[in-house]
């Protein structure tokens, strides 16, 4: 293994150290926990080490945001292969995308919460986010009607799945009505496309 080899595989393995702590910090203490001081620390590396790596925590917070984004769309791939139909298959995505945002609050707010330096919806997005995406209009162009554009419809849904997380997590919808919605949700996007 030549040298340079080597230090290529050290370097990638510095970089998934500090996002792993990053994410972990913020899972157990929130975004506002994570510093390049406190990751350092963590990490057992110097300031400078960090900053070689990442411009600051921004930074840091879109690489977790791309990492999510994968384990999102794994997940909504998942979930979309093991559905039977059109309803079923839309269901199953929104409750899987729920479900993550549930389970995983600060990876989710890295994704889509807070403000990253991502492109997002242009050519140039990460593939992660284009896979994440893509996973989403898989199960939503299925029940697009004739006249509609099947990106705006998926952006529409995404933005109600992610509404719905959103409102839950700061207390303005009751959980104990989370599955009804989503069944409406469902149900209203698929109303038009069963006639």
Known sequence: MSIQTRRERERAE???????????LAEAEGWEAVTTRRLAAEIEYSQP???SHFKGKEAI?????????????AE????SRAAKGKRGTLAAVGQA????ARRRPALYDAMFTHRVDLPFATPEAPAELQEAFAELLAAVEPIAVEGDDPGLLTETYWAGLHGLVTLMRSGRLPEGAHERRLELLTGHFTAEASR
């Not at 510095?14 to 994410?23: C, G, M, P, Q, S």
């Not at 909504?76 to 979930?79: D, E, G, K, P």
């Not at 995308?97 to 993550?100: D, G, M, S």
């Open 14 to 24: 510095r970089e998934r150290l500090i996002v792993t702590a990053a994410r972990e």
């Open 61 to 73: 917070m879109a690489a977790v945001a791309v990492q999510g984004c994968a384990e999102l769309a």
């Open 49 to 51: 080490v960090l900053y």
């Open 97 to 100: 995308y729920t479900a993550f």
């Open 76 to 79: 909504l791939r998942t979930a």
